[in-house]
């Protein structure tokens, strides 16, 4: 009875699970069985003949990648069962000297080939795969995706061998058409743009291959499933699918800082409004007032439209007020048209315009001094280009990846007379200080350049280290103290009053460890420092600030909330806990 049972028990077991085995067995006309045994094992069973194709095909590569260049499926019989394929191996190549079969010189060239097969040169087996997938990469991003490489006519000469290599291209795909499917405002008109996937277009590999990075560093809308492709009738369509983000932002910060002059507590702020891709086009409007010290205040405007008439060409304005307590009023302005590279990346050329206006002019301080203050009237027209490059995983909390920004302007700026200063009553000689001007160079050439980098680098699922370089240079023969730099706050060197820091140049560095809560939340611990020019050091003209601290972004679903604690230390000044900066901030996306 009891063999009985175990004859049931196998039969059901077989019944079950047997039929779902599919086996695959290799007959080699060159080589015995122990050589796949001791060289190269492969599975023998699989769910479906689908599977067990597949693992033909991983073997034939392992044999070419180890030297069996002439390696080759003779033949194959297949049924419901068995896989069964006939294999020639052939020999093991270690150099090899490579010929042209039938590939075009203007290919062998674009796919940077061309010299290693011409010089008839041995080639080892490594070099050889490299210049067939170079061959593979050229095809497939020139349309032609189903272009196949093969090496043959293999000839012995003695010690060493020669082949030619062979190139099938197959039909030319372009781009028909890409299809959006999702509940999304985003145009195709903006998409096929911004992946530079036009219709009519030769099929491009790599850019299909970064479909998925580029939509990821879109701020307006996310994949819900991954893209596809389908070709028919020698064309390709793409396929996305997606889904609107929230990425328009409303964002409030809240600082306290100690006073000073008797006033126990400063309480600064500032608030933006943030408008991303409202028509599906990927425009952008930023609004964003500032209040950082008392009577100090900042207004600025941005607009950009990134494709024009469906074109790689947009615009974009800035318009930037900042008054400086009684002292002076800037009005900065920079209107240009950007070229959209593939991706977020731009370059952009544009007219720069920078008027600074004195409103309360230190009279006092010239009769004194005999010299003219700090601040004058100036007008200055610039012509500017900057490029931008971003590939950032993901835009918000970026846990890998790099930021670039780099630019530069060259113009003239126009130092304007003051009736005050010129009217001013000149006690010791009886005239006026109109002769202040006379020996100043009021018309003269200047220029800016910046730089930008950010990189982010993943320890860790959670763990992550952003490195960051900011700095520019402003030259030209006399820098007035309202034509400097403003750098210092939670924008750029933490630990200090927002644009306390007044240079012709900084270059600021930054270190930051982050561990992230979620995707959007994080806590982190930074250290940032920077070398400026300080005129307030008598004996050098060279600061080294640096500040730390520790900061938190925690998402709810009402926004993002964020507290920094900074302290800073600047010249001589020690480290105290009584001048720490603390800054509250609030995000809301809609």
Known sequence: MRFISTIIFFFLLNFCFGQNIHLLQIDCSDKSKDFFQKKLSYKTHF??????????????NKLRSSGYLSSSMDSIISDSLLTRIYMYVGDKFENLVLKNGNVSPSLLANAGVKNQILNARPLNINDVEQIKEKLLRECENSGYPFACVSIDSFQSNHSSY??????????????????????????????????????????????????????????????????????????????????????????????????????????????????????????DFFLEWKKLQPKTQQLDVRVSYPYLAGFPLGISARFELYKRDTSYIDLNGDYGIQYQIIGSSYLKASLHQHISIVTNIDTAYVKLNRTLPPNLDINANEFALEYY??????????????????????????????????????????????????????????????????????????????????????????????????????????????????????????????????????????????????????????????????????????????????????????????????????INYF
């Open 47 to 60: 769910k479906d003949s689908l599977q067990a194709n597949i693992e033909v095909a991983g073997l034939l």
């Open 162 to 283: 020669s082949a030619k290599i062979f190139l099938q291209k197959n039909e030319k795909i372009r781009f028909d058409s890409i299809n959006i499917l999702g509940k999304t405002k985003m145009k195709r008109a903006f998409l096929k743009n911004y992946l530079g996937i036009k219709p009519g277009k030769a099929y491009n590999e790599t850019n299909v291959k970064r479909i998925a990075q580029r939509l990821n560093e879109l701020a307006f809308v996310e994949s819900v499933q991954p893209y596809n492709v389908e070709f028919l009738n020698n064309k390709a369509r793409i396929n996305v699918f997606l889904k609107d983000r929230k990425s328009s932002d409303f964002d409030a910060l809240l600082g306290f800082l100690p006073g000073s002059s008797g006033q126990k507590l400063l309480i600064t702020g500032q608030a933006h409004l943030h408008l991303v891709s409202l028509f599906g086009m990927g425009e």
């Open 389 to 586: 490059l971003q590939k950032l995983n993901y835009r918000f909390n970026p846990t890998s990846g790099f930021l670039l920004k780099a630019g530069g302007s060259i113009g003239v700026k126009t130092i304007k007379k003051s009736s005050t200063i010129s009217g001013l009553y000149d006690e010791i000689t009886g005239g006026n200080f109109n002769f202040l001007y006379d020996n100043l160079q009021r018309k003269t050439v200047q220029f800016h350049i910046g730089l930008v980098i950010e990189k982010y680098w993943c320890l860790a699922a959670r763990h992550t280290i952003k490195t960051s370089l900011d700095g520019k240079y402003f030259f030209s023969p006399k820098v007035l103290e309202n034509e400097k730099f403003r750098i210092g706050g939670m924008s750029s060197l933490r630990g200090f009053d927002d644009q306390s820091i007044f240079t012709p140049y900084y270059a600021m560095a930054n270190l930051e460890y982050r561990f992230l809560l979620s995707k959007n939340s994080y806590f982190s611990v930074f250290f940032n420092s920077a070398v400026v020019e300080d005129s307030r050091i008598q004996k050098r003209s060279v600061d080294f600030p640096f500040g730390f601290g520790v900061s938190a972004a925690i998402e709810t679903k009402v926004g993002i909330f964020g507290i920094t604690y900074a302290m800073g230390k600047q010249l001589e000044n020690k480290i105290s806990f009584k001048s720490a900066k603390i800054h509250f901030g609030y």
